[in-house]
């Protein structure tokens, strides 16, 4: 049983279309980080989120982290196909961090 | 920038043999960690090391050992490897200290025949 369960497992969609990827625990997080995952790499920081209810932005990826810490979700606006890849998401607590199984999006041009 | 170098993208090995995997950074970074990568199951703890010398296990350390003699490497033994251990290995590395980022490898594909 994943500590971080991550939904959909795979999501294929259309240039300019929006969507949203979950990040869902039981547990509360001292803060979680979103990575990103391309063929052939190890994963790269998007975003690290520490108080419940932050929204961070970065360009058309919006972050948000859930009121309880315990969840986040990613929305990206009007996708393209440089946005396919793994997304990961990372929860922290005690100096110890858990990843999820990850989102593989994929945004067919 | 950060940078973490694994010593081999890709690696065949045989059943039963000892297999080393190296993790080299450059940023002094005191802790380091190994994770397998396999799909559906995300992003496995292995093994991490808070400094020289100290190591802690993660989630899975069945199988295998750690050594970190020097704090810019950090080394990945299978001691004996069987065919459940072929996957991707990852390395990491971050500062001390609550909420830092990862930094990580480029991994290593083994398979094991």
């Known amino acids: 049983t994943q500590l971080l369960e991550q939904s959909p497992q795979f999501l294929s969609i259309q240039e300019g279309e929006n969507l949203t990827v979950y990040c869902n625990s039981s547990s509360v997080f001292s803060s979680l980080q979103w990575y990103r995952q391309e063929p052939g790499e190890g994963p790269v920081l998007l975003v690290t989120v520490v108080t419940g209810g932050e929204v961070k932005k970065l360009k058309r990826l919006t972050f948000q982290f859930g009121d309880a810490r315990k969840d986040s979700s990613l929305h990206i606006t009007a996708a393209q196909p440089g946005d396919t890849g793994l997304y990961l998401c990372a929860g922290e607590k005690n100096n110890d961090m858990r990843f999820g199984a990850g989102t593989r999006l994929t945004v067919k041009p | 920038d950060v940078k973490v170098t694994q010593s081999s993208r890709y690696l065949v090995k045989r059943t039963g043999e000892k297999v080393f995997l190296e993790c080299v950074q450059d940023?002094?970074?005191?802790?380091m960690f190994w994770y397998r990568q396999d799909p559906g199951l995300g992003l496995r703890l292995i093994y991490f090391?808070?400094?020289?010398?100290?190591?802690e296990k993660g989630d899975i350390p069945e199988g295998y050992s750690v050594s970190r003699e020097k704090k810019e490497r950090f080394s990945l033994i299978l001691e004996s490897a069987s065919t459940n251990q072929t996957s991707m290995y990852l390395c990491?590395?971050?500062?001390?200290?609550?909420?830092?980022?990862?930094?990580f490898g480029d991994g290593t594909r083994l398979s094991i025949l």
């Open positions: 090391s808070y400094d020289v010398k100290m190591k």
């Open positions: 940023m002094d970074h005191e802790n």
């Open positions: 990491a590395s971050r500062v001390y200290g609550s909420n830092q980022p990862q930094h």
